[in-house]
């Protein structure tokens, strides 16, 4: 079975420029969340999506948006990007939003590196 | 908030020493707690989790302990191999009441070299 997928693997863009980050679900799971990881950190959470809606958000600004589509695969846009945004961007899929009280595990992707220059 | 605080590294071990990592957390209630594994070039893997205080986690040599009274969940393997280098991430995902349960928070990771 397929993992979670995410593309493109590596993205170079300037200052400024807007970005987009795509990623496949584990087949059955309905649950997205993404993570940004900057070099030598932990990853940190940036939004989860469930059954197309947001459900939860990290501390990131406005230029951070992301959606979930009919086939529970999404994307992650950043606007008018920064040096700092340089980073490892994580793509992680759980078949619920884990809001039933109970914890659903997570599976990550290979991630997305995206330089700024 | 809900914070993960971690060993600093890097570690470097001989093959079949003894490996503790240790991680102590901040969180309301009683959170779930993971380890995580990140290879070279890929993506994170779960190691181990415990969901309940007193839960030891284990797999593949490796074993945590949830432990409520010190807040704690640190990592052990009695003999590591080549094959464990890697930078490992202790994470927790909060109580349900404290609202967020739906997401990860992570520590800043530990690398893991071991030698042969």
């Known amino acids: 079975d397929a993992g979670v997928t995410q593309s493109p693997t590596h993205l170079i863009k300037t200052r400024g420029q807007q970005v987009t980050l795509r990623c496949s679900p584990i087949?059955?799971?309905?649950?997205v969340s993404w993570y940004q990881q900057v070099l030598g950190q932990g990853p940190q959470f940036i939004f989860q999506?469930?059954?197309?809606?947001?459900?939860g958000r990290g501390n990131f600004p406005d230029r951070f948006s992301a959606r979930q589509f009919p086939n529970y695969s999404s994307e992650l846009n950043v606007n008018a990007l920064l040096l700092g945004d340089s980073a490892l961007y994580l793509c992680?899929?759980?078949?619920?939003?884990?809001?039933?009280?109970?914890?659903?595990?997570?599976?990550f992707g290979p991630g997305t590196r995206l330089t700024v220059l | 908030g809900d914070s993960v605080t971690q060993m600093e590294g890097p570690v470097t071990l001989s093959e079949e020493a003894f490996l503790t990592i240790n991680c102590t957390y901040t969180a309301t209630g009683y959170p779930s707690l993971f380890w995580y594994v990140q290879y070279p070039g890929e993506g994170l893997q779960l190691l181990l989790k415990a969901t309940k205080a007193d839960d030891k986690g284990s797999n593949k040599g490796f074993e945590a302990t949830y432990r409520k009274e010190t807040t704690s969940f640190h990592l052990e393997k009695g003999s590591v191999q080549v094959s464990d280098s890697a930078v490992y991430f202790c994470?927790?995902?909060?109580?349900?009441?404290?609202?967020?349960?739906?997401?990860?928070?992570f520590g800043s990771g530990t690398q893991l070299t071991v030698l042969p």
């Open positions: 994470a927790l995902s909060g109580d349900f009441s404290s609202g967020s349960a739906r997401q990860l928070t």
């Open positions: 999506y469930y059954e197309k809606e947001e459900r």
């Open positions: 992680a899929s759980s078949l619920a939003s884990g809001f039933r009280g109970s914890y659903n595990e997570q599976f």
């Open positions: 087949s059955g799971h309905k649950s």
